[in-house]
């Protein structure tokens, strides 16, 4: 078994892709109308709004009963930054002001840790709250 793509359910998709467009400094390899946006082979926006509009106006259409029952499920608050992403940015004293400048969501400050070797990261936020960690070489 092999890693086919991570995904991100989003709230709202123009939003996320022009957040992932400018930190990812990439455009969209591809696009599923409004439901699903491919950044690259590992990390993609999932638009659920989509499917609830297709759910509604034409149940069992598009999906079987199996999915519709999954999709309706009441799975509770949503639990964002149960799932961390980590890039790895060749320059990140430049990537830091590079993200504070674009104003594309809260960036932290720089932090270091010394456990058990040296480590520069900060953090920025997307739209829906979710958590990406930057690290990398810093001078």
Known sequence: MVLGTTYIIVSDLKKSVEFYRELLQEKPLRANGNRWIQFSNFIALYNKAFDAGIIDSAPGEKFNQAYIDDFNKDKGAP?????????????????????????????SELMYVNVHMPYWYFNITDPDGNTIEITGNYK
């Open 79 to 107: 639990k964002n930054n149960t799932v961390v992403f980590n890039f790895v940015a060749d320059d990140l004293k430049n990537e830091y002001e590079r993200l504070k400048k674009a104003n594309i969501g809260e960036v």
